[in-house]
T-cell receptor
Framework: AAGVIQSPRHLIKEKRETATLKCYPI?????VYWYQQGPGQDPQFLIS???????DKGSIPDRFSAQQFSDYHSELNMSSLELGDSALYFC????????????FGPGTRLTVT | GDSVTQMEGPVTLSEEAFLTINCTYT??????LFWYVQYPGEGLQLLLK?????DKGSNKGFEATYRKETTSFHLEKGSVQVSDSAVYFC??????????????FGPGTSLSVIP
């Protein structure tokens, strides 16, 4: 079965650089979520989109932005990177209509040096 | 707001021992409950879920029962294996019949199983 695809899987950036993470949801899933998992931490919700509109917002820094495109894939843009942004970034997708679980991608490991 | 609490780790068990990881939650509504597992260096895998009171989720020998009266969802396995070594996250999602509800995770419990 198709799964959530995230790219790249690993990314190394320097401080103050920008990064773009991509997420391709499972086909026919219209809702995408982004989570950030710091070292030794639990995943924290950043932002979500439903039918290309932002549906909820969590602890996402102002330096980050995201959007969902017409084909339902999503991109997380991160600017002015800081050392503390080093983390595993998960994307999850869900089929709309309620009562459906989220399916997580393998994550993108971002290292900021 | 909603939250999930689970027992502190790390937990170290011998192979074939009985496992219990306690999890309790606080929610304003009637959430769905999940256990996710994260193996070293890997992503999150859904281990099991329960969507209503008294539901029992089970998978790979693990099971957990949704207890509304005690707001708990404890994870159990009768005989652990070395391959079960991982971090286990208890989680909830409110649902509310909508299509855009985030998952709230507990802090995770690291399990190490030794031969």
């Amino acid at each position: 079965a198709a799964g959530v695809i995230q790219s790249p899987r690993h990314l190394i950036k320097e401080k103050r650089e920008t990064a773009t993470l991509k997420c391709y949801p499972i086909p026919r899933h219209d809702t995408v979520y982004w989570y950030q998992q710091g070292p030794g931490q639990d995943p924290q919700f950043l932002i979500s989109f439903y039918e290309k509109m932002q549906s909820d917002k969590g602890s996402i820094p102002d330096r980050f932005s995201a959007q969902q495109f017409s084909d339902y894939h999503s991109e997380l843009n991160m600017s002015s990177l800081e050392l503390g942004d080093s983390a595993l970034y998960f994307c999850a997708s869900r089929k709309g209509g309620g009562g459906y679980e989220q399916y997580f991608g393998p994550g993108t490991r971002l290292t900021v040096t | 707001g909603d939250s999930v609490t689970q027992m502190e780790g790390p937990v170290t068990l011998s192979e074939e021992a009985f496992l219990t990881i306690n999890c309790t939650y606080t929610a304003t509504g009637y959430p769905s409950l999940f256990w996710y597992v994260q193996y070293p260096g890997e992503g999150l895998q859904l281990l099991l879920k329960a969507t209503k009171a008294d539901d029992k989720g089970s998978n790979k020998g693990f099971e957990a029962t949704y207890r509304k009266e005690t707001t708990s969802f404890h994870l159990e396995k009768g005989s652990v294996q070395v391959s079960d070594s991982a971090v286990y996250f208890c989680a909830l999602s409110e649902g509310h019949g909508t299509s855009y509800d985030k998952v709230i995770f507990g802090p995770g419990t690291s399990l190490s199983v030794i031969p």
